[in-house]
T-cell receptor, first 115, second 112 residues
């Protein structure tokens, strides 16, 4: 297994446009997380899924953000009407608590630049 | 309110010496702690973890110590190598809550 896969790795978009990121978790991992990271800060929790159910959403996740995991496998994170403050690295992570405990494994991240 | 804090933004050590990275937390419900290493433009890579029922966990050159009464954990790297130069994040989890809370990281530079 190649680990958590994210794409695109880089996205430059104009303010006001919509963007979508995709995450493919480690095979059979039932939990999937989205985090956001800006320079000089640690990853900030956005939301997480257990299978297809979205169990928690951060207050950071405004109405312009939506995440889905329709079949309990891959997930998408969509940002509508992007703003310059959305520029960040968006990190996806997955875990399988039954076997790996509480350890979550991150993908390479997707860089978003809003111009 | 930042529940996980890494008070040292940077640390510089000589190759072969010990690196000690520190992390403090405030939420007594946290019961699992992790350290991640991150290179620029990459996602964090898991290094080592510790459950709150333990006070030490060792894996090769990496050892994590947990002092629950002080709500403090530390990562020791011995001996430090130039390839260890990266940003190190500590993270804490309250198992029933599911999500991990991260500190802001410490940039470690190991000089040859």
């Amino acid at each position: 297994d190649t680990g958590v896969s994210q794409n695109p790795r880089h996205k430059i978009t104009k303010r006001g446009q919509n963007v979508t990121f995709r995450c493919d978790p480690i095979s059979e991992h039932n939990r999937l997380y989205w985090y956001r990271q800006t320079l000089g800060q640690g990853p900030e929790f956005l939301t997480y899924f257990q299978n297809e159910a979205q169990l928690e959403k951060s207050r950071l996740l405004s109405d312009r953000f939506s995440a889905e995991r329709p079949k309990g496998s891959f997930s998408t994170l969509e940002i509508q009407r992007t703003e310059q403050g959305d520029s960040a690295m968006y990190l996806c992570a997955s875990s399988l608590p039954r076997y790996s405990g509480n350890t979550i494994y991150f993908g390479e991240g997707s860089w978003l630049t809003v111009v | 309110d930042q529940q996980v804090k890494q008070n040292s933004p940077s640390l510089s050590v000589q190759e072969g010496r010990i690196s000690i990275l520190n992390c403090d937390y405030t939420n007594s419900m946290f019961d699992y702690f992790l350290w991640y290493k991150k290179y620029p433009a990459e996602g964090p890579t898991f290094l080592i973890s510790i459950s709150s029922i333990k006070d030490k966990n060792e894996d090769g050159r990496f050892t994590v110590f947990l002092n629950k009464s002080a709500k403090h954990l530390s990562l020791h790297i011995v001996p430090s190598q130039p390839g260890d130069s990266a940003v190190y994040f500590c993270a804490a989890i309250h198992t029933n809550a599911g999500k991990s809370t991260f500190g802001d990281g410490t940039t470690l530079t190991v000089k040859p």
